[in-house]
């Protein structure tokens, strides 16, 4: 062989070997890029197979507290339902004087300047202390005042239950 044909036999086995690195290489380089991809993919379904979980824990934390603000907002409706009953069957047993609403005298009180005595008569059957019996549109005054403070009670006790409720 000529040096010529060696040098071509020699550049030529340089150029087969320098491509089958390269290809080998290429075939390297694929396989770490696939895997990075692989593991990558991993690492973002589990990021977002945890945004979903805690997503769905505070829908479910959200939908607890408005279910307990539903139960309480029924139950201020119950009891204000009843109390509002209970006030005008009070009412309507006042007017018919079914019902007297009568107060407790001080005994010792002289500038009362009621005749009332002070001991029952043979008259009564009441043996307790002292007692007036209030006008019935007075008595049906005191009814309604006593009426806006049981509902305000009410709502102050609804608006405790709903803080309740929503509070964490």
Known sequence: MTPGQILAAVLLAMV???AGTWRVQDLRMGEKLAEQGLAHQK?????TSEAWSQQNA???KRLAAEQRATAADQQHSMEHSNEKRKQVALRDRL???DVRLSVLLDATDSASGCNVPATPGAVGVVHAAR???LDPAHAQRIIGITDAGDQG???LRACQAYVR???P
Do not use: C, P, V, Y
């Not at 690492?43 to 990021?47: E, F, M, P």
């Open 153 to 155: 009670l009410i709502a």
């Open 131 to 133: 007692r007036a019996q």
């Open 165 to 167: 409720a929503i509070a």
């Open 58 to 60: 505070e829908q479910d």
């Open 16 to 18: 087969i070997s320098g």
């Open 43 to 47: 690492a973002l379904d589990a990021i």
């Open 95 to 97: 007017a018919t004087a």
